[in-house]
């Protein structure tokens, strides 16, 4: 069955610092990975999707298929991206599975 | 908009005991997702529909049951609570199933508690 990780609960930062939260995959096919993103007091949303190939915010996440893995990195962290991350892959239907999540705390 | 709205926000029920969660949006999305959050745990599918009318079992459909009569409602039902069944339940739309437009959103969140 296919599986999303993140191994670290809570990553702390200081402002202006990189910033790097792990996610993992096991999935036989090719995969749709994501990134979402729940501010505090805000509902979960999109930040980015691997597909894109996008930049979010100054986050970026780039699909690894050899170490099945789709870090998201940013290269100076603020104090506005404290949130809680979830990793999520999307299978051959529709069935979507998610990471248990990182808090991301950004210090001053 | 209103965007994608739950009923009720919270909710204790006694085991045995039915419920009815309601997942209602407004921006016309094909697809709706039920989802359930326990702690530690990351979200897990529960059922989808992919239309009015239609249904499909998620990861974890075991114990509820899903109706989308409408094409802006989706329901999830709990015919017999049980304690299992505690949780914070998410509901979520998307316009279609693929490219970009699969981007889900999310409701509030309904935390049911069942004793």
């Known amino acids: 069955a296919q599986r999303v990780t993140q191994p670290e609960k809570l990553l702390s930062v200081f402002k202006g610092a990189p910033v790097e939260l792990k996610c993992n995959y096991s999935?036989?096919?090719?995969?749709?990975l994501f990134w979402y993103v729940q501010y505090s007091r805000q509902r979960l949303q999109l930040l980015l999707r691997h597909i894109s190939r996008e930049s979010i915010k100054g986050f970026t996440a780039d699909l690894n298929k050899g170490e099945t893995s789709f870090h998201l990195k940013k290269p100076f962290a603020q104090e506005e991206d404290s949130a809680m991350y979830y990793c999520?892959?999307?299978?051959?239907?529709?069935?979507?599975?998610f990471g248990p999540g990182t808090r991301l705390s950004v210090l001053p | 908009n209103a965007g994608v709205t739950q009923t009720p926000k919270f909710r204790v029920l006694k085991t045995g005991q039915s419920m009815t969660l309601l997942c209602a949006q407004d921006?016309?999305?094909?697809?709706m997702y039920w989802y359930r959050q326990d702690p530690g745990m990351g979200l897990r599918l529960i059922h989808y529909s992919v239309g009015e009318g239609t249904t499909a079992k998620g990861e974890v459909p075991d114990g509820y049951n899903v109706s989308r009569l409408k094409k802006q409602n989706f329901l999830l039902g709990l015919e017999s609570a049980a304690p299992s069944q505690t949780s914070v339940y998410f509901c979520a739309s998307s316009y279609s199933g693929s490219g970009d437009s699969d981007t889900q959103y999310f409701g509030p969140g309904t935390r049911l508690t069942v004793l």
């Open positions: 999520a892959l999307k299978d051959y239907g529709q069935n979507f599975v």
């Open positions: 921006m016309n999305h094909e697809y």
């Open positions: 999935y036989s096919g090719s995969p749709e």
